[in-house]
């Protein structure tokens, strides 16, 4: 058995009003991710909507309200709710009320290894290519049907390499860089 005290955690500070608290590694879960979150008025989740191909998500609100993005449109969770993604489900959440969130979030199996976002592959016109975090190159997308690579750049207005995926009008996804909030149809691309 272990216990752990959540608030005795020191946080990490992911955004000024943003604290993730991790609890896995103290509970020493085999299988089960375990985060605490602190979210300001206008802050979300750290990435824009992704899914996970081998991991299932659960949010559990404890106070506050969190809006989560889906490729079918947006879900409300409030306090005392929960929200699962299954393996493959698109979503990304955020705080869009006046008040803080908290957030504990679950997802088992404890490591994803196949993180994908919905962006379409020019080779093949698969819906969705996977992040491949490479030491050497940084991040990648990978097309899992083809194998295209791609890199992504900054933004081309004002360079924050903060470029995360969100719903546009209706249920279209667009890129918006976090820095100046310019609007990409899809991420800019090095040559």
């Known amino acids: 058995m272990k216990k752990v005290a959540v608030n005795d955690r020191e946080p990490v500070v992911l955004e000024e009003n943003l604290q993730r608290r991790g609890l896995s590694e103290p509970l020493e879960t085999s299988n089960l991710a375990l985060n605490h979150y602190r979210i300001g008025p206008g802050e979300g989740f750290p990435g824009g909507i992704h899914t996970h191909m081998d991991q299932e998500e659960v949010f559990i609100v404890i106070e506050g309200e969190a809006v989560f993005e889906t490729l079918d449109g947006k879900v409300t969770i409030s306090e005392g709710e929960a929200i699962r993604f299954a393996p493959g489900e698109f979503q990304s959440g955020k705080n869009e009320s006046n008040t803080g969130l908290v957030v504990l979030a679950i997802g088992a199996p404890r ?69 100046c909030g310019t609007e990409f149809e899809t991420p800019p691309l090095r040559e």
């Open 111 to 179: 490591n994803s290894e196949d993180m994908r976002i919905p962006v379409e592959c020019p080779e093949c016109n698969h819906d969705n290519v996977r992040l491949d975090f490479n030491d050497e190159d940084g991040l990648r997308f990978v097309c899992p049907r083809c194998g295209t690579k791609q890199t992504p750049q900054n933004c081309p207005e004002c360079g924050d390499d903060d470029l995360r995926i969100t719903l546009g009008d209706q249920t279209q996804t667009i890129v918006v860089c976090q820095g």
